[in-house]
């Protein structure tokens, strides 16, 4: 029973990253590269390193499967839970299980990844409040499941879905308001992220001039902070943050 039930692991693994083929019991034929190194280049937890082969043996596979620390839910449970496709869930846990062997990423091992795509500043504070948007249910580790239902709605929810989620990333103190403070914190990380080397060079006071312009925008009756219906309503009227919002639509 034992040997039963590891084969069937194994195989749910396989089916999961695509490293084997359920109709025909052999590894399947070549994917579609260049759409796949595109999109995870995008990802903030798959890097730019090569991924790791769909053909690899079983010896190998059994030897990965005995350091997971954490096994994913099963393919047709994470589609109905996400809006990716059967194939787009095996694209991504690849590139996951490439940078995060165990099966989760802390904090630590999130930023040192997010560092590799802006090597000319400091993303560390900004990748901090990226995690915490990941990491929905506050136990300090990302797990696959986590990465791809953040993922699903930012590239495949709806306007008010991606909304919802860029104001839980900005609501640091998840207290349902965004504050000036907060929103300075943000904006800091982010033109840290950037780096001081950018073109125009960027003025010390430009993080907090954008927070005012932010604030005099969003907060429709000025009490000194931006609710939920706040924001939705006013990035719903403004048309560059809806243009934004359809850049995501084509990703994969």
């Given at each position: 029973m034992r040997g039963q039930g590891r084969k069937e692991s194994l195989s749910d693994s396989?089916?999961?990253?695509?490293?084997?083929?359920?109709?025909?019991?052999?590894?399947?034929g070549p994917t579609k590269k260049a759409l796949k190194q595109r999109?995870?280049?995008?990802?903030?937890?798959c890097g730019p390193q090569?991924?790791?082969?769909?053909?690899?043996?079983?010896?190998?596979?059994e030897f990965e499967l005995s350091?997971?620390?954490?096994?994913?839910?099963?393919?047709?449970?994470?589609?109905?839970?996400?809006?990716?496709?059967?194939?787009?869930l095996q694209v991504l846990y690849r590139g996951f299980k490439n940078e995060c062997p165990s099966g989760i990423v802390n904090?630590?091992?999130?930023?040192?990844?997010?560092?590799?795509?802006?090597?000319?500043?400091?993303?560390?504070?900004?990748?901090?409040?990226?995690?915490?948007?990941?990491?929905t249910n506050h136990d300090g580790s990302v797990s696959f499941e986590d990465f791809v239902a953040g993922l699903s709605v930012i590239l495949r929810g709806t306007v008010d879905d991606r909304l919802n989620w860029a104001f839980n990333l900005y609501d640091l103190n998840k207290d349902g308001c965004i504050t000036k403070e907060e929103m300075l914190d943000i904006m800091?990380?982010?033109?840290?992220?950037?780096?001081?080397?950018?073109?125009?060079?960027?003025?010390?006071?430009?993080?907090?001039?954008?927070?005012?312009?932010?604030?005099?925008?969003?907060d429709r009756n000025k009490d000194g902070v931006v609710t939920i219906e706040e924001f939705i309503e006013s990035c719903q009227k403004d048309e560059n943050i809806m243009r934004s919002m359809q850049l995501f639509d084509n990703v994969i």
């Open positions: 396989r089916d999961l990253d695509g490293s084997y083929d359920q109709l025909t019991g052999h590894p399947p999109f995870l280049k995008l990802l903030p937890c090569a991924l790791p082969s769909v053909s690899e043996n079983s010896v190998e596979d350091t997971v620390c954490h096994r994913p839910e099963g393919l047709e449970q994470l589609q109905e839970q996400t809006k990716f496709t059967r194939k787009e904090e630590e091992n999130f930023k040192q990844i997010y560092s590799q795509f802006f090597p000319q500043g400091d993303s560390s504070t900004y990748a901090t409040f990226l995690f915490n948007a990941f990491d800091k990380s982010i033109y840290d992220m950037m780096g001081k080397y950018t073109y125009p060079a960027l003025r010390e006071e430009a993080p907090r001039e954008h927070v005012e312009n932010f604030f005099q925008k969003m």
